[in-house]
């Protein structure tokens, strides 16, 4: 993938007392949703002044989240979460990438799949297969397993051992639409697809993952918005997924406090870093302008 930036290696993360400090040193902005943008119920203050102005500077706005469902679901949530279409250009989900490759089949994975599914998730998720010709069967007839996460925010891992483990008996593989592990909602946390996820995969179960930090989320996101060769920041709250991301993608990065690393503070999240094999470009408490 062409490197979409031309400066020099930070090897230490700066504390950064605002965004419009860097503003200027590049030409594109990414932004996590869930822990930077919103907190899965509403917009953060700081995120949306952040747009505001990034748009009157003329610095495009792009949103990659690892959200398991189609980009136009996406976009709809947003507005309910008080964030208004005209302050981004465009955006990409995990959910998004996951629907393509079961639509396209673009590599033996998936041209080795049946045409069952059993789907892990709640219903709102079902766009991820809907209009493609899959049939949402029971586990025990299902060719594999497309996860999209708990059926509500109140679930635990174990609350899915069983599945799993008729799963593996099966050797059912099992596609995943979102490798977060855990995600803000509201004041507390929620598990997410990865975890379930991580749980098979310890199991043996077979699993594919959509979404940050894979390398190819980004290059396909470089590619479809034309960022290739211009300078990228990507704004996440996640070390293990939009850090991790940025630096396999070789752009910069600015890790925000306000999400899943809230309790943390700058100087106490630097022990995080080698934990995660990571070294943010830069760290902010919450997104501010």
């Not at 700066?14 to 930077?36: K, Q, S």
């Not at 980009?71 to 309910?80: E, F, G, H, T, Y």
């Not at 996101?221 to 300078?231: A, E």
Request: glycine share 8%; hydrophobic share 35%.
């Amino acid at each position: 993938m062409t490197q979409t930036q031309k400066k020099m290696p930070i090897q230490k993360t700066t504390i950064l007392p605002n965004l419009r400090n860097i503003a200027g040193d590049y030409d594109v902005f990414i932004f996590d949703l869930w822990g930077v943008t919103h907190n899965g119920k509403q917009s953060f203050p700081g995120a949306i002044e952040s747009f505001t102005e990034l748009k009157a500077l003329g610095k495009p706005v792009y949103f990659l989240s690892n959200a398991p469902r189609r980009k136009s679901v996406a976009m709809d949530q947003l507005i309910d979460r008080g964030v208004p279409r005209e302050l981004y250009v465009d955006l990409m989900t995990s959910g998004e990438d996951c629907y393509e490759h079961l639509r396209d089949r673009p590599d033996t994975f998936y041209q080795g799949l049946g045409d069952r599914l059993y789907h892990l998730g709640p219903d709102k998720d079902k766009n991820l297969f809907e209009g493609l010709p899959y049939k949402n069967v029971d586990l025990e007839q299902a060719d594999f397993i497309l996860n999209t996460g708990t059926l509500t925010f109140e679930d635990t891992v174990d609350d899915y051992q069983e599945i799993l483990e008729k799963a593996a008996s099966l050797k059912l593989p099992m596609v995943c639409a979102n490798p977060d592990k855990i995600v803000l909602y509201g004041d507390g946390e929620a598990i997410c697809a990865g975890l379930i996820a991580d749980r098979y995969k310890e199991m043996g179960g077979k699993v594919v993952y959509h979404g940050k930090p894979d390398r190819s989320i980004f290059a396909k996101t470089f590619v479809k918005f034309n960022m290739n060769g211009k300078r990228v920041l990507m704004v996440g709250d996640s070390l293990g997924t939009d850090i991790k991301g940025a630096q396999n993608a070789g752009i910069d990065s600015l890790f925000i406090l306000s999400g899943i690393h809230k309790q943390k503070t700058p100087e106490q999240a630097t022990a995080l870093y080698p934990i995660y094999g990571v070294t943010p470009t830069y760290v902010q408490e919450y997104v501010t302008w």
